[in-house]
């Protein structure tokens, strides 16, 4: 849960591809977003200790502190700005795994349907529509907290495929804009986020580990059978 919280900075990346200048924004959206984020949680952190009388063991804190502050009224105001919160988050995640579809689409390792751009708007509707489809699935399968900790560990496993992919990218000057954002010590910097993400993964419990592996090599799976379709194809 408390990995769950602190991810998301990818949303910001995976949009790059429809910014005009995102080797120059990226940077600052990614900080000033990140600073939002920590003082959020920090006021709510100390809000709570202030007017929760047993916080330890509060399973709903910022209720309860509307509550003893306000009265019921503030804890039904604290319930719609989670649901309105909740709404935002699922949005910006259905945003961002769509272009990812698309992306992979793009690249031949999905179907090139999902690749399909709406000639009006130019957004990838079909992959919208997929993602949403299999999202819903997954949520349903799971159960909310067991879809948090495969969403959350399956982004550890890709944090750490993008780190080591960025050393062999940045060995072969690999860039998609004219004046790329190269930050300094980048391979130190992606042996660190490698080494994180793996001391993480060795603290989940085995059923967890087996959902990970199950969804990788599915990914995997996938990725190379439409790979070898489209070189099929092409060749």
């Not at 080494?195 to 799976?221: D, F, H, K, P, Y």
């Amino acid at each position: 849960m408390l990995l769950y919280a602190l991810t998301g900075l990818e949303a910001t990346v995976a949009s790059n591809g429809e910014m005009r200048q995102p080797a120059r924004d990226l940077p600052f959206a990614l900080l000033s977003g990140l600073a939002v984020a920590v003082m959020i949680y920090c006021g709510v952190l100390v809000a709570s200790q202030a007017v929760v009388p047993d916080l330890a063991h509060s399973t709903r804190p910022v209720f309860d502190g509307a509550v003893n502050m306000l009265g019921p009224g503030a804890g039904a105001t604290v319930v719609l700005g989670s649901v309105i919160s909740m709404s935002g988050v699922m949005f910006a995640i259905l945003f961002v795994g769509s272009r990812a579809l698309f992306a992979m689409a793009a690249a031949g390792q999905l179907p090139a349907s999902l690749a399909w751009l709406h000639a009006g708007s130019l957004i990838p509707r079909f992959a919208v529509g997929v993602h949403s489809l299999v999202a819903l699935g997954l949520a349903l399968s799971f159960g909310f907290l067991g879809a948090v900790s495969a969403a959350t560990l399956t982004r550890l496993v890709y944090y750490a495929a993008i780190a080591a992919a960025s050393v062999t990218l940045r060995r072969r000057g690999f860039a998609e804009t004219a004046q790329p954002l190269v930050l300094p010590a980048g391979v130190l910097r992606a042996g660190l986020v490698v080494l994180l993400c793996g001391a993480v993964l060795t603290q989940v419990s085995r059923n967890e580990m087996i959902t990970v592996a199950v969804l990788v090599v599915v990914g995997l799976g996938l990725g190379e059978w439409f790979g070898r379709a489209r070189k099929d194809v092409l060749f």
